[in-house]
Structure formats: structure tokens, C-alpha cells
């Protein structure tokens, strides 16, 4: 398929009726219905235009905290039903998962009334503000027998599983250092976003940085040990002491058996990366990238967040030099137009209607992530972010 074709179907992709639901009383067929929380910049193109193309999802409602803004955003974006405040989407019949798009710092509190109310939760990274309040969340998703899949997009994409199959098959032997950077330049995210709200639980750490670290431990295979080093820039330091705009931070990861030392992750991520040339108004370009140095080779991601608009995986090992590109999985589920987001979604469908998804983040991938970015706080000197007072 070409680039622009392929573009272009992202966009307009497909819309193949829903699953059927069966007239048997109690029957669990037809599609997952979804209630979204929040009228989210990223729901649109995170849940509803992969729900476009998905026969097994279906948003069915948007709450938002102003009913106007409800309104608008369903009729923008075609939802069914707009209704004020988030209790009115858990409490509706017609949801049986809600998609959790809230500031980091809400996370905790509306998954947790959202399992109690008996729903399944597709959460936003990072999945919370504290590693304490993933366990907890994971601990009722269990008692409950509810579905929480934490939204960590890259990893349902056939890009990033080929690296990490390229980097576990042993073929460049084994891994020594990771590099990866996730940047944007100055003016995508302004000064008042949610990702500069300390009481938010925001910070780059949390925002991009999860992703580097998720990568990281991903590609590393295990939990790292330490952080060697955590080096924020802050945003506003006079507003928002402990907000950092910019980290770079460097993992130890342990040493396996047979290993004389552990690998090392070193991450960078930036928010708001100032310009360059006069005056600094020249942007600097975005970084995506994940590169994982090993003893006989080297193998290389650009571009783990949107793959499918375009990406290479570069291997250099003792055979040579290759690059290579994976938009489906082959014979498997997928095609060449399906977005990070749309493969995360079949995945969380399947899983909620009980059936082997391709991929999956466990309860346990999840908390250790939000350890491993609250050891990048801790050794920053910034210090973990709050920890939700909300009590079930
Ligand atoms: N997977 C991905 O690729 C991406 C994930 N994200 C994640 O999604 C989440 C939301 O990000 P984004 O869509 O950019 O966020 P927004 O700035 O759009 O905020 C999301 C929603 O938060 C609600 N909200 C509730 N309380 C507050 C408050 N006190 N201040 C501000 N907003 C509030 C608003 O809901 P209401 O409509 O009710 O007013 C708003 O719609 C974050 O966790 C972020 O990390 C973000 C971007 C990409
Ligand atoms: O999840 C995200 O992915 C893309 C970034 O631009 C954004 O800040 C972040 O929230």
C-alpha cells in the first residue's frame, strides 16, 4: 500500500457495521459499548476513529464535566449520547467499558468508581500518579473479574513487536544500552496544559517519559535496579516547582545470568524543546526514537509512537546491514491503515469479550512502570506526584 493511500485510509478507514447482538436473553455478543470520560483532545483519534472501523466497539456516550461540551463533542465527532458528568456515564446501562482520558492525577479516583460501577477500563498512560495507586487498581479490576488495560498504543503495533522480537531472538547477542528519546518541540503544548499541572500529576517524566521507560524496560526484558542519573529542566519554576519540563534519565537495568553487567536505558524526554538559530525561532524536530546497542549489532526504532505514518527498523548485525517495516503481523489480524490505537483497541475488545488478544499489558507491566518513573522522580530530587486522596 502507498504512503498516501495508506494516509488517507487512517483517516477515512472502512466503517464495517457492528457485531450483531444476538436476540437471546442475556446473550454477550454484539459490540463492547464504550462511555468515554471526559471530551479529551485525544479521544478522537485514540477511541473514536478506531472504533470506526472496530465491528466489536461501539461509543456509545461522552460525559463531560459542562454538558455544552458534551454536546458539541458528540455532535463533532458523531457520539450517540452527551450527558454532564462522569457518574452519569458509569452509571448508564448502555456502557460496558469506559475509555479513561483524565488528567493523570484522575486516573486513580474514575477507574476505581468506574470498576465499582461494574465497568471495564481502557486507561490513559500513565496509569496513575503512584505505583501504590496502579496496584490497588489492578487488586479490584481482580476481585471485580473487570478488564483495566493501561494505553501503552506503541506496544500492540507490529513496529515495535518486531524490534523487540529482532532484539529477544538472540541474533545481535545480548543487549548492552538503550537510547530513547520522545521530544516536541516549543508551542504543541502550551503552558497552561494539564502536562505542566503538578496537582494534575504532570510533568515529562510522567507524560513522555513513561513511554521512554515503557520502551525501555520492554526492550531490556526486566525491571530496572537504579537510576543512575535523573536531570530535569523545570517548565515554570516560580508556578510549578516540581514540574519538570525536560528529563534525562538512565536506567540499570540487573544483570541476567551468564552477564557480566546489567544494560543501561538512557532516556530523554522534552516536552517543549526550545529553538534554534536567531532568536530561536527555528523548531527543532520531534524525536521518536529507540535505538538498542548489543554485543554483536545494533537495532533501531524511529518512530515507535505513530508508526503506521511511517517508521524503519534498521538492524546492523554481523550479516550486514538491513532496514526493515512491519504495518500487520502477516496472516494476522491487522492491516496496513490500522493505527496504534486501533491495534490496542481490537486487543482490549477481544480481551473484555473474553477472547486471547494479540498482545497485552498485565497489571504488573503497569505498576512496574509507574515504579520505575517514580524512581526517575525520586532521584530527581522532585520528588514522587501526589498520590490520590480518593478512598472507594
Ligand atoms: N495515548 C496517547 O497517545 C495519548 C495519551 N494522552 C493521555 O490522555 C490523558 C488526557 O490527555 P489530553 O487529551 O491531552 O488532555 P485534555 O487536556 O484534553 O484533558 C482531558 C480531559 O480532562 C478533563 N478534566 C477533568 N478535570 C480537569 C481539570 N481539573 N483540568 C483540566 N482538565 C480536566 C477534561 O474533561 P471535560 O471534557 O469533562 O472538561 C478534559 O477533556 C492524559 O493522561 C495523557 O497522558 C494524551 C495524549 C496522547
Ligand atoms: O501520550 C502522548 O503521546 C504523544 C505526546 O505528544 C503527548 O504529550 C503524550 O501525552
Same mark, same amino acid.
Given at each position: ?29 454484539? +459490540? ?7 471530551? !479529551? ?35 463533532? /465527532? ?17 456502557? %460496558? ?26 486507561? &490513559?498512560? #500513565?496509569?496513575?500518579?503512584? #505505583? ?12 471485580k473479574g473487570l478488564v483495566v488495560l493501561e494505553a501503552f498504543h506503541y506496544?500492540? /503495533? ?16 545480548? @543487549? ?5 528519546h520522545l521530544t516536541a518541540p516549543s508551542g504543541f503544548i502550551k503552558p ?14 510522567? %507524560? ?18 537504579? @537510576? ?6 523545570? =517548565? ?17 537495568? #540487573?544483570?541476567?545470568?551468564?552477564? &557480566? ?17 536567531? $532568536?530561536?525561532?527555528? +523548531? ?20 515507535? @509512537? ?37 491495534? =490496542?483497541?481490537? !486487543? ?7 477472547? &486471547?488478544?494479540? /498482545? ?7 505498576? $512496574? ?8 522522580? &525520586? ?14
Open positions: 500500500m502507498s504512503i498516501l493511500l495508506r494516509a488517507w485510509t487512517i483517516f477515512h478507514p472502512p466503517t464495517p457495521g457492528k457485531t450483531p447482538i444476538s436476540p437471546e436473553p442475556g446473550s454477550k455478543t454484539g +459490540p463492547v459499548r464504550i462511555g468515554l470520560l471526559g471530551a !479529551a483532545n485525544i479521544a478522537p483519534i485514540a477511541l473514536l476513529l478506531s472504533a470506526r472501523s472496530c465491528p466489536d466497539a461501539e461509543v456509545t456516550v461522552v460525559g463531560a464535566r459542562s454538558l455544552q461540551k458534551a454536546q458539541a463533542f458528540a455532535k463533532r /465527532h458523531g457520539v450517540g449520547r452527551a450527558v454532564q458528568g462522569y457518574e452519569a456515564v458509569l452509571s448508564d446501562p448502555e456502557v %460496558d467499558a469506559v475509555y479513561n482520558p483524565l488528567p493523570n492525577g484522575l486516573h486513580y479516583e474514575w477507574t476505581m468508581k468506574a470498576l465499582q460501577a461494574g465497568k471495564h477500563v481502557l486507561l &490513559e498512560k #500513565p496509569a496513575t500518579n503512584t #505505583p501504590g495507586e496502579a496496584e490497588r487498581i489492578f487488586a479490584f479490576a481482580k476481585e506496544q500492540f /503495533h507490529p513496529a515495535a513487536q518486531r524490534l523487540h522480537a529482532i532484539v529477544s531472538s538472540g541474533e545481535l547477542g545480548r @543487549v548492552q544500552k538503550i537510547t530513547a497552561d496544559d494539564i502536562r505542566f499541572q503538578y496537582a494534575l500529576g504532570g510533568g515529562a517524566a510522567m %507524560d513522555m517519559g513513561c513511554y521512554v521507560t515503557s520502551i525501555s524496560r520492554y526492550l531490556a526484558g526486566r525491571e530496572p535496579v537504579e @537510576v543512575i542519573k535523573a536531570e530535569p529542566v523545570l =517548565q515554570d519554576p516560580g508556578r510549578e516547582p516540581l514540574v519538570d519540563r525536560r528529563m534525562e534519565f538512565t536506567y540499570l537495568f #540487573p544483570a541476567l545470568e551468564g552477564e &557480566e553487567r546489567g544494560p543501561t536505558a538512557e532516556c530523554v524526554c522534552d516536552l517543549s524543546l526550545p529553538g534554534w538559530g536567531p $532568536g530561536g525561532l527555528l +523548531p527543532r524536530w520531534p524525536e521518536m526514537s529507540v535505538r538498542v546497542l548489543c554485543e554483536a549489532g545494533e537495532a533501531g526504532l524511529n518512530n515507535f @509512537v505513530m508508526p503506521v505514518f511511517f517508521h524503519s527498523i534498521s538492524v546492523r548485525s554481523a550479516k550486514g546491514r538491513r532496514t526493515e517495516r512491519a504495518f500487520t503481523f502477516g496472516k494476522g489480524e491487522g492491516e496496513q491503515w490500522w493505527t496504534t490505537y486501533r491495534y =490496542q483497541l481490537q !486487543a482490549f475488545v477481544d480481551k473484555v469479550k473474553g477472547r &486471547e488478544p494479540q /498482545h497485552w499489558i498485565t497489571g504488573e507491566d503497569t505498576v $512496574g512502570n509507574m515504579r520505575a518513573v517514580q524512581m526517575v522522580y &525520586e532521584k530527581s530530587g522532585l520528588g514522587a506526584r501526589p498520590e490520590s486522596d480518593f478512598e472507594l
